[in-house]
């Protein structure tokens, strides 16, 4: 069964650095997404992707955060300069379609910790 | 401001007792509302998709319904494999989504 993919499965990094979530989405699958989760919160949107642009974005995906889709299977999650506050768990999630048909699959996660 | 709340927080139920969970909503633009099984250390699993007021969904011992101001999951007969954190989140108009901070169950053999 197909499935969604992301890497590493933890990161830790010091505060002010880069960091690079990675995330292959099911392979016929249109649209992308990242959410984060901080330890013992609700899930939170960051943003989606379709057809190379961001499609929608929420408060939180500031100028820190930018995506990529850099080739035809990676879908990457930068943060710049990474703050305490970014330290949580990110899903990327896909699907087939947005409306009438819209099952998102999610991946495993990386958890991000920063020092 | 777009609210997404479920209810109880957490529940313990005895194998093969019935219960149901709550999620109500205030959104405008609706397009969808979902519920989602977490597993701890997991991502979400997709459990149903619900689009319009009336609308009902079965899968196994769950069935999930939708009225214009929430929605609810029932869990008949349940078993300890139905514990984990379901999550319940809806579409707004675009591409957004909201999650509620979901309700833990715990089911007790």
């Known amino acids: 069964e197909p499935e969604v993919t992301q890497t590493p499965s933890h990161q830790v990094t010091q505060m002010g650095q880069e960091v690079i979530l990675r995330c292959v989405p099911i392979?016929?699958?249109?649209?992308f997404y990242w959410y984060r989760q901080i330890l013992g919160q609700k899930v939170e949107f960051l943003v989606s992707?379709?057809?190379?642009?961001?499609?929608?974005k929420s408060e939180i995906f500031d100028d820190q955060f930018s995506v990529e889709r850099p080739d035809g299977s990676n879908f990457t999650l930068k943060i710049r300069s990474t703050k305490l506050e970014d330290s949580a768990m990110y899903f990327c999630?896909?699907?087939?379609?947005?409306?009438?048909?819209?099952?998102?699959?999610f991946g495993p996660g990386t958890r991000l910790t920063v020092l | 401001e777009d609210q997404v709340t479920q209810s109880p927080e957490a529940l313990r139920l005895q194998e093969g007792e019935s219960s149901s969970l709550n999620c109500s909503y205030t959104?405008?633009?609706?397009?969808?509302l979902f519920w989602y099984r977490q597993d701890p250390g997991k991502g979400p699993e997709f459990l149903f998709t619900?689009?319009?007021a009336g609308e009902e969904k079965e899968k196994e011992r769950l069935k999930a319904t939708l009225t214009k101001k929430e929605s609810f999951l029932h869990i008949t007969a349940p078993k300890p494999e139905d514990s984990a954190t379901y999550l319940c989140?809806?579409?707004?108009?675009?591409?957004?989504?909201?999650f509620g901070t979901g309700t833990s169950l715990t089911v007790i053999p």
């Open positions: 999630a896909s699907s087939e379609a947005v409306g009438d048909y819209n099952e998102q699959f």
């Open positions: 392979s016929n699958h249109l649209y």
């Open positions: 992707f379709y057809n190379n642009e961001i499609s929608e």
């Open positions: 959104v405008s633009g609706l397009r969808g």
């Open positions: 619900l689009y319009s």
């Open positions: 989140a809806v579409q707004v108009t675009g591409n957004q989504f909201y």
